[in-house]
């Protein structure tokens, strides 16, 4: 089988091994936006494919909490 990735995945990847803490999908949204990466529409839409991400084994975290935060695999 092989494994797909959403397309924008490596600029949230990238958004987040820049970040120095973990990010909310707003705050991620809007990094992206700055990037002028227009890939995601909205805050949900960014936090379920990070999701679906963490729930596949990706190198993302879902940081418990409201609202939940990403961050990359191995970065605190």
Same mark, same amino acid.
């Given at each position: 089988?092989?494994? #797909? !990735?959403?397309?924008?995945?490596?600029?949230?990847?990238? %958004?987040?091994?820049?970040? &120095?803490?973990?990010? #909310?999908?707003?705050?991620?949204? &809007? !990094?992206?936006?700055?990037?002028? +990466?227009?890939?995601?529409?909205?805050?949900? !839409? %960014? /936090? #379920?494919?990070?999701?679906?991400? /963490?729930? !596949?084994?990706? =190198?993302?975290? %879902? +940081?418990?909490?409201? =609202?939940?935060?990403?961050? +990359?695999?191995?970065? &605190?």
């Amino acid at each position: 089988m092989i494994a #797909t !990735r959403h397309s924008g995945f490596e600029e949230l990847y990238d %958004v987040l091994a820049d970040a &120095d803490e973990p990010l #909310t999908a707003r705050e991620i949204l &809007d !990094r992206l936006r700055e990037r002028e +990466v227009d890939a995601f529409d909205s805050s949900y !839409r %960014v /936090a #379920t494919v990070l999701g679906k991400i /963490a729930e !596949r084994g990706g =190198p993302v975290v %879902v +940081v418990e909490g409201s =609202p939940y935060r990403y961050r +990359v695999e191995g970065r &605190d």
